[in-house]
């Protein structure tokens, strides 16, 4: 039984670990988001979940590999600073984050 199917609301560990990328224009763009948790996970797989109203809420997300290090420096100075964000990401079923950007003005 997969996490999923247990009703929990983070990945599959096994998608995490296979990146395929994602054309730009295919990226789903949302622009008020809070980090409700992150941190570094096996085989240097960096995990963030994240909130956004009328959207999803709690959903884990993993960053792609090459942007693993900056997305988890940024999600950690979102969270101690309580800021808000602006997130592109794969898909809302566990999908990855490309982009990341604070929101500083909330």
């Known amino acids: 039984?997969?996490?999923?199917e247990q009703?929990?609301?983070?990945?599959?560990r096994k998608k995490a670990s296979i990146s395929e990328k994602v054309?730009?224009?295919?990226?789903?763009?949302?622009?008020?988001?809070?980090?409700?948790?992150?941190?570094?996970?096996?085989e240097n797989v960096v995990w963030v979940q994240l909130s956004c109203p009328?959207?999803?809420e709690g959903l884990w997300f993993?960053?792609?590999?090459?942007?693993?290090d900056r997305?988890?420096?940024?999600?950690?100075?979102?969270?101690q600073?309580?800021?808000?964000c602006e997130v592109a990401v794969s898909s809302t079923d566990g999908g990855e984050i490309y982009r990341i950007h604070p929101r500083v003005d909330t």
């Open 1 to 4: 039984m997969t996490v999923r």
């Open 7 to 12: 009703g929990q609301r983070y990945p599959d």
């Open 23 to 42: 054309p730009f224009e295919e990226l789903q763009w949302f622009f008020d988001c809070t980090v409700d948790s992150a941190g570094p996970g096996e």
């Open 54 to 56: 009328d959207n999803f």
């Open 62 to 68: 993993t960053a792609i590999p090459e942007n693993g």
């Open 71 to 79: 997305v988890l420096i940024t999600v950690l100075s979102v969270m």
């Open 81 to 84: 600073n309580r800021w808000r």
